[in-house]
């Protein structure tokens, strides 16, 4: 029945939001080896191997997935990874699953039936999407990309022009709010967060490091504030 919580045994879930060319693919492998501790990574990678760009600076094992993207293409990889023993798993990018999940409700579409019903068939897809990233007992970095939502507003000459609001991931809305943490990078690879349940972050402006992923683990095992978030490694950013 019940027992004494522990946030020790927890196992943390992460998105990194942004546009293309912010640095998603590299912040992820740079959040993930901090978060490891020296631990094995395993990398689900839907962004024509750009992960494996990267198989210098990172020691990571990959597994690179091509349209079409159905749902057992991330489902299978993330049972793989449980059951070798993986610390930390990177999906880029979720978005394309999503994409998978609406192309398969079009071809329930074109064959015919109720529009509703053949969503709550689809809507079958991305609960196993959810299912394998936030269930799965293992560290998870989900990368998402995202883009620039406007709204209309009325400036000083009382014309309506389009204001940018922020980012939105190409993903289910509100997906972010199944999160620990959301972080959302910038096209100058800056990140802030826009749903943190540690508090480590605040409204800060920073680069993800390796020593963001080191702050969640110290977090974990419950040394809130012995990493600073934005101490540098002798890594320097290079990604696209």
């Given at each position: 029945?019940?027992?004494?919580?522990?946030?020790?045994?927890?196992?943390?879930?992460?998105?990194?939001?942004?546009?293309?060319?912010?640095?998603?693919?590299?912040?992820?492998?740079?959040?993930?080896?901090?978060?490891?501790?020296?631990?094995?990574?395993?990398?689900?990678?839907?962004?024509?191997?750009?992960?494996?760009?990267?198989?210098?600076?990172?020691?990571?094992?990959?597994?690179?997935?091509?349209?079409?993207?159905?749902?057992?293409?991330?489902?299978?990889?993330?049972?793989?990874?449980?059951?070798?023993?993986?610390?930390?798993?990177?999906?880029?990018?979720?978005?394309?699953?999503?994409?998978?999940?609406?192309?398969?409700?079009?071809?329930?579409?074109?064959?015919?039936?109720?529009?509703?019903?053949?969503?709550?068939?689809?809507?079958?897809?991305?609960?196993?999407?959810?299912?394998?990233i936030l269930f799965s007992k293992i560290?998870?970095?989900?990368?998402?990309?995202?883009?620039?939502?406007?709204?209309?507003?009325?400036?000083?000459?009382?014309?309506?022009?389009?204001?940018?609001?922020?980012?939105?991931?190409?993903?289910?809305?509100?997906?972010?709010?199944?999160?620990?943490?959301?972080?959302?990078?910038?096209?100058?690879?800056?990140?802030?967060?826009?749903?943190?349940?540690?508090?480590?972050?605040?409204?800060?402006?920073?680069?993800?490091?390796?020593?963001?992923?080191?702050?969640?683990?110290?977090?974990?095992?419950?040394?809130?504030?012995?990493?600073?978030?934005?101490?540098?490694?002798?890594?320097?950013?290079?990604?696209?």
């Amino acid at each position: 029945m019940f027992q004494k919580a522990n946030k020790q045994s927890t196992h943390i879930k992460l998105a990194i939001t942004g546009p293309s060319g912010s640095g998603k693919t590299y912040s992820a492998l740079r959040l993930a080896k901090g978060l490891s501790n020296g631990g094995k990574i395993a990398f689900i990678d839907t962004e024509n191997e750009s992960a494996s760009l990267y198989a210098d600076s990172f020691d990571f094992d990959v597994v690179n997935v091509e349209a079409p993207y159905s749902i057992d293409k991330l489902v299978n990889p993330a049972k793989e990874a449980l059951n070798n023993d993986y610390d930390v798993m990177i999906v880029d990018s979720a978005s394309h699953f999503w994409d998978g999940v609406l192309e398969y409700k079009s071809s329930l579409d074109k064959r015919g039936g109720n529009s509703f019903a053949n969503w709550n068939t689809a809507n079958e897809h991305y609960k196993l999407m959810l299912r394998a990233i936030l269930f799965s007992k293992i560290h998870v970095i989900v990368c998402m990309r995202s883009k620039m939502e406007y709204i209309l507003q009325e400036n000083e000459k009382g014309k309506q022009v389009p204001q940018k609001v922020g980012m939105a991931p190409i993903m289910r809305d509100g997906v972010e709010y199944e999160f620990t943490t959301v972080f959302d990078l910038d096209i100058h690879h800056q990140a802030q967060v826009s749903k943190d349940r540690t508090q480590l972050f605040g409204d800060k402006i920073f680069q993800i490091t390796e020593n963001t992923g080191k702050k969640f683990k110290f977090w974990l095992n419950g040394a809130k504030d012995k990493v600073p978030v934005n101490q540098h490694s002798s890594l320097e950013f290079n990604g696209v």
